[in-house]
């Protein structure tokens, strides 16, 4: 009787033991993603397949416009940086002088930089030349650009954004925003605006198609095979910024964005991934 009462208490005891051990918190890694208002879905969309895929990571996503990732990644305040545009010299310099290193940046998807009009505007084309005038301000009327004698209502995107700054390199020249054009924090704010006023028109990524129309450029069509053999005249590349060579959760998850299973993600998102999928 001994014997088995001294069994019973030793199988109690690791029964507790087992208890005790199951009960241990996993242990999680975590990664924070900042920066681009024009990534923000998309870089969501990757977090949510990848954490889907890999329980044991937890990603945390937020927009605010590139500059304010580039400035969360000086900070040490993100993991990664997204950014629809390169930095500037005193953002590297920033950088360097905090780290020692310009960082790294990775290519992980192409996008064209598209122009939003009410679908129920007549003019659905223009030139690079126009697109200037119009948010100089030089260009006042639709009638115009054979459309409606209405007034036309530029929006931009705020300074904070890097689609503002791509836009004013590469269709102002590197010259101002007329003082008179409406300004929103996000893609979808222009979005709303150009879908609400019909004489309104706007800017930002490929991957935003609800109530709006996305305008043709010198006669080219946003897509994904003009975007990809760079015949639509604003393409980009988007990307991700680290402070240095990235390891651990943070390198796996760039590593399986840039993957075919990554890069078909990016495509569903609406997007154009790096190279053509074969599905």
């Known amino acids: 009787m ?23 918190p996993t242990q999680v890694a975590t990664i924070k993603i900042s920066g681009s208002d024009t990534m923000l879905n998309l870089t969501e969309h990757l977090a949510k397949e990848y954490m889907k895929l ?15 990732g580039i400035q969360d990644l000086i ?13 500037q010299p005193y953002e590297a310099k920033l950088l360097a002088d905090y780290y020692g290193t310009l960082g790294l940046f990775f290519l992980i998807a192409k996008d064209a930089l598209t122009i939003y009009v009410n679908p129920d505007n007549p003019v659905k084309n223009f030139t690079i030349a126009q697109l200037k005038e119009i948010y100089m301000c030089k260009i006042k009327n639709w009638k115009e650009l054979g459309g ?15 689609t503002h700054l791509y836009f004013k390199e590469h269709v102002l020249e590197d010259e101002e925003y007329c003082v008179s054009v409406t300004v929103e924090s996000t893609t979808e704010d222009v979005i709303e605006q150009v879908a609400e006023h019909v004489n309104a028109i706007g800017y930002g990524g490929i991957g935003f198609t609800d109530n709006i129309y996305q305008a043709s450029i010198e ?27 990235p390891t651990g959760a943070v390198k796996d998850f760039i590593d399986w964005v840039l993957t075919p299973a ?5 495509k569903e998102s609406g997007y154009i991934s790096l190279w053509e999928l074969p599905y």
Not at 75 to 87: F, M
């Open 148 to 162: 409606n004698d209405e007034p036309v209502i530029p929006i931009i995107r705020n300074p904070n954004s890097g």
């Open 2 to 24: 001994k014997f088995k009462a001294l069994n019973i208490s030793l199988l109690f005891l690791i029964g507790l033991l087992c208890i005790s051990c199951s009960s241990k």
């Open 54 to 68: 890999n329980p044991g990571v937890s990603i945390y996503v937020k927009g605010g416009g590139t500059r304010a």
């Open 262 to 266: 990554g890069q078909n993600v990016i």
């Open 219 to 245: 006669g080219i069509k946003p897509s994904e095979e003009n975007a990809r053999n760079d015949s639509y005249p604003i393409t980009r590349y988007l990307h991700f910024f680290t402070q240095k060579t």
């Open 75 to 87: 900070n040490d305040e993100t993991n990664i940086c997204t950014a629809s545009r390169l930095l």
